[in-house]
């Protein structure tokens, strides 16, 4: 008795009451829903914490020849249909936008950039994937009608683009349509879901990875950066702000202690070994900063300035692996996190082996938020701990805190992302429109960090138990703005990937 009172103080009993008999949809294929040996244990474990659950493939929203946006249009269509009974979707296929059975789609909120030119970087981000089609299903997307979706400006206005979710949509990518690693995830899920006070503790503990993006002098296409941009400002914000209500949440900080440049709040360092064997000891949030690229993550230093001049310049700038999709396993526990990564193109759905998907499999994460493309950055000045959260733009690091907040606050994971989303970014702004496009959410999107298990019905048959255990526990914005170059809204890395070529 005094244990549980003791207890009671903690977030993870504070949770809310969900809403009653929450719906949850399931768009997937014949194929998987026939081969998956787990789909109909998690629909069940799902309905046991009160769900109503229904799955869906061609048989009902039809195209079985399909594949791409023709597949697409057809899954949207029946969504719309159906809506109204459900919050939540999950896509459970191919996220390939041309051959996929559940495809993501191929949105253009840079469509008025040059081909070979995205903002100080030589490469071609006009176009970028999204699942966002699956949660605003009132817009019409191509409102211009040109055949080109997503568009900035002519997308946009009475009848188009609302970014309003009408469903909270999260996906399982299966490729190869292997249905044995389908099955590991839902089964990771499953124990997710049946964790019991003390195997969730870990949850209250918070792990922030943060990596330097940029140092000052370093020169991007057409110019200089005229400041470091560390990541290591949006940790400390968080920890001062989004988590200053939970005492009872503790964090643990990696950043840049070495070089010519260093985060200037105390923590250990980062470096790969050290971020993978921190996160194997279990966590319930992992936020990280670094450039991103599909299978990795990358930790950007600066050892020394070598000339003296008090610049970084770009021979002087390293690039080492922050961690890989391969690493995943190393960190897969029984205590898998709510994942951001504040990085570019590490959430390709599309891509095997991606990273967000890497550490679903390995159940190292149990959602992921991250990003299809090259990522912008908010204007946020982070280092003002006074601040309030800058709302005009739209970064995946305002989309974190905000995530983490509704997290904590007890709301559905996949709700907490959309509602971030529609909250941030101005219409009509085209970087705020390529970062709701394409943020998009890995997993179960009607999880949440607070412990469900109290919420289960009697088991169905057929359902399988299992949890985890052993865990162990500046200057005024708008003067900066200006002094800013565009750039620095770009976590891009164009250019070490040119340099890795070499
Ligand atoms: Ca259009
Ligand atoms: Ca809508
Ligand atoms: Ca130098």
Redesign the pocket.
């Known amino acids: 008795m005094m244990f549980q009172l003791l207890l009671t103080c903690h977030l993870l009993f504070a949770a809310p009451v969900p809403a009653e008999n929450p719906g949850l949809v399931i768009v997937t294929t014949q194929r998987i829903k026939a081969r998956s040996a787990m789909l109909k244990s998690f629909v069940a474990e799902k309905e046991a914490h009160g769900f109503m659950v229904e799955v869906i493939t061609e048989e009902q929203y039809g195209g079985p020849e399909d594949r791409g946006e023709a597949r697409a249009l057809a899954i949207r269509s029946y969504l719309q249909s159906i809506e109204a009974d459900f919050s939540f979707a999950l896509l459970i296929g191919d996220a390939d936008p041309e051959y996929g059975d559940v495809p993501q789609w191929v949105v253009?909120p840079r469509h008025t950039y040059p081909a070979n030119e995205c903002v100080g970087f030589a490469l071609d981000c006009r176009s970028c994937l999204t699942d966002y089609l699956y949660a605003d299903l009132t817009g019409d997307?191509?409102?211009?009608?040109?055949?080109?979706?997503?568009?900035t400006a002519?997308?946009e206005g009475i009848g188009g683009i609302d970014f309003g979710a009408e469903l909270f949509v999260g996906r399982i990518p299966v490729y190869f349509n292997d249905v044995m690693e389908l099955d590991q995830i839902l089964e990771n899920t499953i124990a997710f879901m049946n964790q019991d006070a003390a195997e969730a503790a870990y949850r209250e503990r918070a792990l922030i990875g943060a990596s330097f993006w940029y140092f000052k002098g370093q020169k991007m296409t057409s110019y200089t950066l005229a400041e470091h941009v560390d990541g290591s400002d949006i940790g400390e914000w968080f920890v001062h702000n989004t988590l200053a209500p939970y005492p009872e949440v503790t964090v643990t900080k990696l950043y840049e202690t070495q070089g010519a440049a260093t985060s200037p709040y105390g923590a250990e360092q980062l470096t790969r070994e050290a971020f993978i064997q921190e996160w194997a000891t279990g966590y319930g949030m992992v936020f990280w900063m670094a450039h991103g690229l599909e299978t990795k993550i990358l930790r950007t230093t600066w050892p020394a300035d070598t000339d003296a001049d008090g610049l970084a310049d770009n021979g002087e700038i390293v690039a080492t692996d922050m961690l890989r999709s391969s690493d995943a396993t190393l960190i897969g526990t029984d205590c898998p996190a709510f994942v951001v990564g504040v990085s570019c193109e590490m959430g390709s759905a599309e891509v095997p082996g991606n990273l967000a998907w890497s550490l679903l499999y390995a159940n190292a994460a149990i959602g992921v938020v991250g990003s299809s493309s090259t990522t912008p950055a908010s204007a946020m000045e982070w280092s003002d701990f006074d601040a309030p959260l800058e709302e005009e733009t739209i970064g995946a690091g305002s989309v974190g805190v905000r995530f983490y907040e509704s997290l904590l606050g007890g709301e559905y994971a996949g709700k907490a992302f959309y509602d971030a989303k529609m909250a941030l970014g101005s219409e009509g702004k085209i970087e705020a429109m390529a970062g709701k496009m394409m943020l998009n959410y890995m997993g179960d999107p009607s999880l949440t960090i607070h412990v469900t298990r109290a919420d289960r019905a009697p088991l169905p048959e057929n359902t399988t138990t299992g949890g985890g255990s052993g865990c162990s526990t500046a200057p005024h914005s708008s003067q900066r703005d200006a002094l800013l170059p565009m750039v620095l809204l770009l976590l891009g890395l164009a250019a070490f990937r040119m340099r890795n070529c070499q």
């Open positions: 253009w997307w191509d409102l211009s009608g040109n055949g080109q979706r997503g568009e002519l997308d």
